[in-house]
């Protein structure tokens, strides 16, 4: 299990997962399966594993890679979201510019992406595999959306 320090995480990283994760008590409104897709088993386990994570990282204690998943895709979809996170008001319940989130959520992406990109399809969502769809379609590209 990794800590901020062994990711090379500076504190301005580590403060903007806070308040990426902090967020979700406030003016982002999750819904069951965004909170699901963030790797938490539920909205309410959003809030109450979102803060245990976020005292973690407070305390510069070591997350475990789904923990470190999990407070990157909340802060991300906290940030960028006016759907279902803070969107517009992330400026205004933060203090954060849009133009310094966006930098330092660049720079910490890049730093925990090594760890967090393996779980995708292996606890972290799922993925098909395109050749699997191809077979069981007939031979014929995998069907769309049902727009």
Known sequence: MPTAEQLTLNDEESRLLQQGLMEWCGPA???EE???AMGFDSAQDLSRRGMSIR???AEREALDPMDWAR???ATELAFASEVVGSGYEWS???GWSD???LRVLRS???KLIRTVAPLVGRGLGTRQDPHTEV???GGGPPPGPAW
């Open 92 to 94: 205004t319940t933060t």
């Open 34 to 36: 965004f909170a699901v």
């Open 71 to 73: 407070a990157l895709l």
């Open 108 to 110: 910490t992406q890049l």
């Open 99 to 101: 133009d310094t989130t």
């Open 29 to 31: 409104r999750c819904t």
């Open 55 to 57: 005292s973690a990282l």
């Open 135 to 137: 077979l069981r379609a």
